[in-house]
């Protein structure tokens, strides 16, 4: 069986098995072997980064300084290990965290 078959079966167990909500990496991609999570605030901010917004727009729709977002943005590029946009947003689309559309 591929990993990514694997991984599929394992996100579908997941809520059957009352894991939470959280969205965890898939440890069988690259830096997924933290099994960190993802905040709220940093899927937020990462919806908000897929569909093109820079960091001061981001700031503004989600009532927080652009610093705040900044920094946001380190931590989901090293739960992610990635080290641009685009990247978190492949991956995320990937893992499943948002959607491929």
């Known amino acids: 069986m591929s990993n990514g078959k694997i991984a599929l079966l394992v996100s579908a167990l997941l ?3 009352g894991a939470p909500e959280a969205l965890h990496l898939n440890a ?3 830096g997924g072997a933290k099994a ?4 709220g605030r940093e ?3 990462l919806h908000l980064i897929a569909q093109g917004r820079v960091d001061r727009e981001i700031a503004q729709t989600l009532a927080i300084s ?3 977002v ?3 943005v380190g931590k989901i590029f090293t739960k992610l290990s990635v080290q641009k946009r ?11 965290l948002i959607d491929a559309s």
């Open 15 to 17: 809520p059957e098995l």
């Open 28 to 30: 069988l991609e690259p």
């Open 36 to 39: 960190q999570r993802l905040s």
């Open 43 to 45: 899927r937020d901010i």
């Open 66 to 68: 652009p610093t705040t």
């Open 70 to 72: 900044k920094s946001h």
């Open 86 to 96: 685009a990247h978190a947003v492949s991956r995320a689309k990937r893992l499943g």
